[in-house]
C-alpha cells in the first residue's frame, strides 16, 4: 500500500524541523512530584493546595525558560528560540482571553501537552509534548489550576518566522501519527521509588530527553541511546547516562548540589543550562533533587572516575600553558583551582573533561555572561576571545586544558575551531 503524499511530506519537513527545533527548556514549597498514572483516580485536591502544587509543578516544567521574556510579564510569551529552519517564539500562556489561555478548559490544557493541539492548531514540536505527554493528568490540572491564577497580560502572540515549507503548521499532523510516543510512567521496571519518581521529574516534567538523547531518522529521539548526547547547533548537550556522567568524576550528591545552587565542584551552569537552574531546578525540594540524581546514575551508582593521566608531549603543550597564564589564571587561577566567585575550577572541571570539545571552544569563543546562583553567589563575566585570539592558538590552549586538567587528547585542531567560529551567530 503507498504511503500518502501528505505523511511522505510530514516525515521529510518535520523530521528535521523537530531535530532542529528541541532545544527549549527544561523552592521546595509543596510535595514530591510522584510518578502517577495517567488513568489512576486521585482525590481532587483542596483549590489551594491545588494551585501551590501546579505553581510547583509549572517551576518543575521550566515552562518559565520559553514563555516569559526578560523584562517581560510572568508567561507572557515573546521567548525567541532559534533554529536554522526560522525563528520560534514562545506564547502567551496567562489566563487573558484574547491572547493567553483564559478560554482554554482543563480538558484543551491536557491536550496541548499530552497530544501538540491546542483548540485551533497543532503545535510545533518546539514546545516538548513529545515529553509532557508523559505528565499525570492530576499534574496537567494542578498546572492548569495556578496559570489561571497569574495576572492575565494582555500581550499579542508573535508569529513564528519560518521558511517554506516548515511553515506549513498542518504537516504537524503526519509527524505525530508517525512517532508520538506513549510516555505514561511504567511502574514495572524493577527500580526503587526514587528512581521511578526521578524518572518522571527528569523525563516528563524536566523533559532532559529532548537536548541529551541523539535524534534518529525523521527528528525523533533515539530510544537506543537515551540520554547520551546530542549535538545541538554550535554546542553539545553531553551524555548524563550513569557512565557518561560517572566518567566526568560526577557523583550523586555533586548533581544534588548543581539542581540546587548551579555550582558544584565540576564547575557551574552556563550556556543552555543556566536557565534551567535559574528558572527551575533551584526551586525543587530536596526528596526531588535526590530523586533525579539517582534516577541519572542509576540505584546502584557507577564509582566516580579520576582524572586520567596527562598522556601528550610537554613541549607540545607548552603554547596552550602560555596562553592559558596570559589570558586565563588572572580568573581561574595560575593552576586551575579556581577562585570563590570570580570563576570556577579547571582542574576536573566538567566541561574540559568532556570527550566533545565543542562546548570548551564555544566558551573560548563566545566568553560567558555573568552568573547569579541561589544565595550570594556569582561568578563574573568571562569575555570571549574570538578577536584576541586566532584559531591555532585557541586550540593550542583548547588542547593544554584539556590534556591537563580534563584526561583527555591533545586533538582539537585549529580546522575544529574555525569552524564553530564560523558558525557563530555574529560572524
Not at 524541523?17 to 527548556?25: N, P, S, Y
Not at 484574547?98 to 484543551?108: L, T
Not at 533551584?282 to 539517582?294: K, R, V
Not at 583548547?398 to 575551531?417: E, F, M, S
Request: charged share 15%; hydrophobic share 40%.
Amino acid at each position: 500500500m503507498q504511503r500518502p503524499a501528505f505523511l511522505t511530506f510530514a516525515r521529510v519537513a518535520l523530521a528535521a524541523l523537530a531535530a532542529a527545533t528541541l532545544v527549549a527548556g527544561c523552592g521546595g514549597d509543596t510535595e514530591a512530584v510522584a510518578p502517577a498514572a495517567d488513568q489512576a483516580p486521585k482525590a481532587q485536591l483542596p483549590p489551594a493546595e491545588q494551585i501551590a502544587r501546579g505553581r510547583y509543578l509549572v517551576r518543575a516544567g521550566d515552562c518559565a525558560a520559553c514563555h516569559t521574556a526578560p523584562q517581560g510579564a510572568p508567561f507572557a510569551g515573546g521567548v525567541e528560540l532559534a533554529s536554522p529552519f526560522g525563528k520560534f517564539y514562545g506564547t502567551n500562556i496567562t489566563p487573558d482571553k484574547k491572547h493567553g489561555i483564559g478560554n482554554w478548559s482543563a480538558d484543551d490544557f491536557y491536550t496541548a501537552l499530552h497530544d501538540g493541539k491546542t483548540p485551533d492548531k497543532h503545535l510545533y514540536p518546539a514546545m516538548p509534548y513529545t515529553s509532557y505527554r508523559g505528565l499525570s493528568r492530576a499534574d496537567t490540572d494542578a498546572m492548569y489550576a495556578y496559570l489561571m491564577q497569574v495576572k492575565p497580560a494582555a500581550v499579542p502572540n508573535r508569529p513564528h518566522d519560518l521558511q517554506f515549507p516548515y511553515n506549513l503548521r498542518f504537516a504537524l499532523a503526519g509527524w505525530n501519527l508517525l512517532f508520538l510516543e506513549n510516555k505514561l510512567p511504567d511502574a514495572s521496571t524493577g527500580n526503587s521509588e526514587s528512581w521511578q519518581r526521578g524518572r518522571y521529574l527528569s523525563n516528563a516534567l524536566g523533559h532532559c530527553a529532548e537536548c541529551h538523547t541523539p535524534r534518529a531518522a525523521f527528528g525523533r529521539l533515539d530510544q537506543s541511546k537515551p540520554l547520551a548526547g546530542a549535538a545541538l547547533a554550535r554546542v553539545g548537550a553531553p551524555d548524563i547516562t550513569p557512565a557518561g556522567l560517572a566518567a566526568r568524576g560526577w557523583t550523586a550528591a555533586d548533581l544534588q548540589q548543581f539542581f540546587a545552587t548551579g555550582i558544584a565542584p565540576q564547575g557551574s551552569a552556563f550556556g543552555e543550562m543556566y536557565p534551567v537552574v535559574h528558572l527551575s531546578s533551584q526551586y525543587l525540594n530536596q526528596g526531588d533533587l535526590a530523586a533525579m540524581s539517582t534516577y541519572l546514575l542509576g540505584d546502584k551508582a557507577p564509582a566516580p572516575q579520576p582524572v586520567k593521566a596527562i598522556n601528550a608531549d610537554a613541549a607540545q603543550l607548552a603554547p596552550g600553558r602560555r596562553h592559558y597564564v596570559a589570558v586565563c589564571a588572572g580568573c581561574h587561577g595560575r593552576e586551575g583551582e579556581g577562585k570563590p566567585h570570580v570563576a570556577v575550577s579547571m582542574a576536573g572541571n566538567s566541561t574540559v573533561r568532556n570527550a566533545d570539545a565543542r562546548n570548551l571552544i564555544v566558551s573560548m569563543l563566545d566568553g560567558i555572561e555573568a552568573q547569579r546562583f541561589p544565595g550570594t553567589e556569582a561568578m563574573q563575566d568571562m569575555p570571549g576571545f574570538a578577536a584576541r585570539m586566532n584559531d591555532e592558538e585557541l586550540a593550542q590552549l583548547a588542547n593544554y586544558l584539556r590534556a591537563t586538567w580534563g584526561g583527555q587528547p591533545a586533538d582539537v585542531t585549529p580546522a575544529a575551531v574555525k569552524a564553530l567560529r564560523a558558525a557563530s551567530p555574529g560572524h
